[in-house]
């Protein structure tokens, strides 16, 4: 079955990291939120992500006070991305400066405000969390990006997948977990195929990836 034009779907499960709000953990945070939005299939908003993940956790550190226990948690909200910053603090309420009287409280939110589709802040009996919502141009929580090779690679293995997939298993929505062998199956078939015809695998697995990570390079 298509889900809002995937056919296999894309797993995001919300995800959360504790941490002290010092200087020093910043760049930890950083790396967490690039790996989990590689591992997502988002890594074109990682920079916006990671600067929103800095200036939340910065105005923890500055206004509720270094050292404080907080906690980020990344997960989908529709087809936007969430993240959200706690702290054990709900009387230290960020506030957004829109004036140039050269108040640098709530400066940070300035960048957030900029960057994010839309943010707020949820007041609880114990503690606060600050949150912001970044576009990812999906179409639902589970879709992929979108792009002309991914489109026909998509296509393709989803015909593979139906074909090949084990008997004995229940049919039910194909999974990336059976996209994936199915790739490596093709890829695989694929460098046989080369090598019946005269033509050099690894040379053309060589020029496979660098077509790749150029065109990667061009999306970030």
């Known amino acids: 079955m298509d889900v809002d034009g995937c056919r ?42 990671q600067l929103c993940v800095s200036e939340l ?45 050269g108040d640098e409280h709530g400066r940070g939110l300035v960048l957030v405000d900029a960057l994010a589709d839309r943010w707020g802040i949820v007041l609880r009996a114990d503690s606060k969390a600050t949150w ?6 999906l179409r639902s929580s589970v879709d992929h990006v979108d792009g002309p090779q991914v489109a026909r690679a998509e296509a393709l ?10 008997k004995d298993v229940q049919r039910g929505p194909l999974t990336v977990a059976h996209a994936e062998e199915a790739a490596i199956d093709v890829i695989a078939d694929l460098l046989h195929w080369l090598r019946a015809h005269g033509c050099d695998p690894d040379g053309a697995l060589g020029c496979a ?12």
């Not at 912001?132 to 141009?137: A, I, N, R, V, Y």
């Not at 989803?158 to 084990?166: I, K, N, P």
């Open 209 to 220: 990836q660098m077509s790749f990570e150029e065109q990667r390079g061009q999306t970030l």
């Open 157 to 166: 293995l989803g015909l593979l997948g139906l074909s090949v997939r084990d």
């Open 57 to 101: 956790a910065a105005n923890v550190i500055k206004h509720v006070g270094c050292g404080t226990p907080a906690r980020l948690t990344v997960s989908m909200s529709g087809s936007r991305l969430r993240i959200e910053v706690s702290d054990s603090d709900p009387g230290s309420v960020p506030v957004l400066v829109t004036s140039a009287d």
């Open 132 to 137: 912001c919502e970044l576009t990812t141009g």
């Open 8 to 49: 296999f779907g894309v797993v995001r499960k919300a995800w959360a990291m504790p941490f002290l709000a010092e200087p020093a953990e910043l760049a930890g945070l950083r790396n967490a939120v690039r790996y989990r939005l590689d591992h997502w299939g988002l890594a074109g908003i990682v920079p916006e992500a």
